[in-house]
Every structure is written in structure tokens, then in C-alpha cells.
């Protein structure tokens, strides 16, 4: 696989001039940064078709699917169109699977407006809808040809979403030693993201469809996706203390002293969770936790534990195991 160009938001105007643009906007960003999007666009050969109506995760949705494929569809989309989605995540997921299905599939570029975006769900070609199964269980790989980067788009980002992208900077620090010095050395968030965002090409260009080492990216997301249902965090939020509980109760590693001084430097006052509140939902996470796609089979699941910076293990540990670490 090729990867997808990551570049600045500056190269938009060469790149895609001569495109005619189907563009899937997150209606909050278009409130926020209208004037600076206008800009963006300006002077390209084609006027962009825009779609707006889309707020965010609830719409990761068939229903809402169907509402923007009508709506290129009636606009004339064809084969040699490109998609562009403009917003978080959700846009992002959204957008690419609309194009990898529409016109049985045309090429599509991202930018991403939230940190957690720009670091990693613009990256890597997965697509997908929620469903009422569950998340993401509709999708399609299918990636994207450019990556805009435009870190000012972060300036109105809640405080929250800035504690979901650093929860998964902090899994990139832990996962790549020079990842974790530039975190320590503070470099820029703009630097950072860019090292963010090429590692995970480098990752998922060994291994696009998740046989191999791309698993590795999914440190801290086992006991994570539990703690983001449970008890309705955000995302990389969820990544962090999932990073943290593994690393206090399954790990013996000496990694402690490494984790605290990342939480310090990326400013994540962490644990959020007290153990006593995991305590009293104990028996929900290992519900979802049975329920995680890494299950090596009924019993057991692969848990990624850190050994040291830039080493990771992957172990496999019955349910039984993890369920005993309270006794409920
Ligand atoms: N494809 C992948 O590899 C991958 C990886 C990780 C996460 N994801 C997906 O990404 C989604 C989470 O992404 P997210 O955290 O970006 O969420 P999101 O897209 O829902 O955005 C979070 C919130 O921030 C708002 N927002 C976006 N940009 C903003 C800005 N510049 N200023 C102010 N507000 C802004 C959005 O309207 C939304 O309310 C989930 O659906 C998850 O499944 C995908």
C-alpha cells in the first residue's frame, strides 16, 4: 500500500485544484472556522459541493449515510470526483466510507480538525457507521490520498477533545522512543502531530489490515473502549486510563516513573477514574472486555503490555485472570 500524503494545509490548492469536491463538513467547524474554510477553497477550478448536515458521532449513521449519498448522488458525483471530509473522527469515518462505497468507490482526501484526528483516525484507511450492534461494525479500508494538516483549527477545540488526541499522543510516546523524547523535551503540538501521524503510516504500511504489528496500536484500547462505554469519557481520555490501570495492576514492568513523566509533560491530570468507582462497575467492563475484537478465543484476550519505551509484549490472559483482579 502506498500511504496517504500527509502535508500541509497550504498544498490544498495545488493538490486538489483541478478536482471537483464532495465535501462532507461537520457542521460545528463550519460555525467555528467558516471564514478561514472559505479561504481554503477559494480559486480552486471547481466550487465545492458541500454537505453540512453532520454533527459528530450520532451521525455515523445509515440513516445518515443514505442522506449524503442522495445528496452527492443528485449533485452529480462521479467517478473521477474526490470526497473530502473536514471535521473530527466521526467526519472522517463518515466521509471515507461514503467514499469507498459511492460509484463503487472514489478517492478521497481528509482534514482533520480535532488533535485526535490529526494524529490518528485520519490515518490508516479505516472507514466505518455505527450501527445498533455496536461501533464501527460497518466500514470499509479504504484510504485516504491526502492528509491536510492545519493545526489552528485547533484553537477552539474543548478542553476535553485536546485530553482525547494527548491520550493517544501518550500511546504513541510510550510506543516510539522518539515519539516519547519530544514529548518530554516539550516540542510543538504541530511537530508532534506530524511525528504522531507518520508513525502510524509507518505501522499500518506494514500492516494494513490488522494481522500483525499494526495491533500494536491498539495499547491501552482493551480496558479503554471498556472504560469509554462505562462511564462515557472521551476517547483518548479512555486510552490513557487504560494505559494506567494495565500498567498498575497487570504489569510489573518499571514503566511507572516513564508514564508519570508523560502524563506531566502532555498535562493529563490522570487517574480520572478512582479505583474504587472501576470497582463498582467491575462486572459491566468485563462484560465489554469479553466482547473485545482481540479475544484469541472464548477465554482468553491479548493484552499489549509495555516492557520499556518502544517495547511492547503481547500477552494473552484468560478473562478469568482480569475478573479476579477485583473481588466483586
Ligand atoms: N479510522 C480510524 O483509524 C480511527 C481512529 C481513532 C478514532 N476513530 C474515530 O474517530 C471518532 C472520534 O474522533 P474525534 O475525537 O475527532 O471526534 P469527533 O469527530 O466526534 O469530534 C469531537 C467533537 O469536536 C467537534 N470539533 C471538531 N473539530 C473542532 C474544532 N476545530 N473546534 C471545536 N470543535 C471541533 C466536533 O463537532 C465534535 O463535537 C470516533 O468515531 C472514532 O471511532 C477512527
Given amino acids: 500500500m502506498r500511504g496517504e500524503e500527509i502535508l500541509d494545509i497550504k498544498s490544498l490548492k495545488e493538490v486538489l485544484y483541478n478536482e471537483e469536491l464532495f465535501i462532507v463538513l461537520d457542521k460545528k467547524v463550519k460555525d467555528l472556522h467558516g471564514e478561514k474554510l472559505k479561504e481554503i477553497f477559494e480559486g480552486l477550478k471547481y466550487s465545492p459541493v458541500i454537505f453540512d448536515n453532520f454533527s459528530g458521532e450520532k451521525d455515523k449513521s445509515l440513516k445518515k449515510y443514505k442522506e449524503c449519498v442522495s445528496f452527492f448522488l443528485d449533485q452529480k458525483i462521479h467517478r473521477k470526483a474526490k470526497v473530502l471530509a473536514v471535521g473530527g473522527g466521526a467526519t472522517s469515518d463518515f466521509a471515507g466510507f461514503v467514499a469507498s462505497s459511492i460509484l463503487r468507490g472514489v478517492g478521497w482526501s481528509i482534514i482533520p480538525t480535532t488533535l485526535l ?52 499522543i501518550l500511546k504513541y510516546a510510550l510506543l516510539n522512543k522518539d515519539i516519547y523524547n519530544q514529548v518530554l523535551s516539550k516540542t510543538s503540538f504541530n511537530e508532534l502531530i506530524y511525528s504522531c501521524a507518520r508513525y502510524k503510516q509507518q505501522i499500518v504500511k506494514e500492516d494494513f489490515k490488522e494481522q500483525g504489528k499494526r495491533i500494536l496500536l491498539n495499547l491501552g484500547h482493551t480496558f479503554g473502549h471498556a472504560f469509554e462505554l462505562c462511564f462515557d469519557i472521551s476517547h483518548g481520555r479512555a486510552v490513557a486510563e487504560g494505559i494506567i490501570f494495565k500498567d498498575r495492576t497487570l504489569n510489573s514492568s518499571k514503566l511507572k516513573e516513564s508514564l508519570d513523566l508523560l502524563l506531566e509533560a502532555l498535562g493529563i491530570k490522570a487517574p480520572f477514574l478512582s479505583i474504587n468507582s472501576i470497582n463498582e462497575n467491575w462486572n459491566r467492563i468485563i462484560d465489554y472486555i469479553a466482547h473485545d475484537k482481540k479475544k484469541s478465543n472464548k477465554n482468553n484476550i491479548n493484552i499489549l503490555l509495555p516492557t520499556e519505551i518502544g517495547h511492547v509484549k ?15
Wanted: proline share 1%.
Fill in 117 to 168: 484526528s490529526m494524529v490518528d483516525a485520519s490515518i490508516g484507511g479505516k472507514t466505518g457507521l455505527n450501527v445498533k450492534e455496536g461501533k464501527n461494525l460497518i466500514g470499509a479500508f479504504h484510504e485516504a490520498d491526502y492528509v491536510f494538516i492545519d493545526s489552528s483549527f485547533l484553537e477552539t477545540l474543548p478542553e476535553e477533545e485536546f485530553v482525547s488526541g494527548k491520550g493517544e
Fill in 314 to 328: 503481547v500477552q494473552e490472559i484468560s478473562i478469568e485472570k482480569i475478573k479476579n483482579l477485583f473481588n466483586t
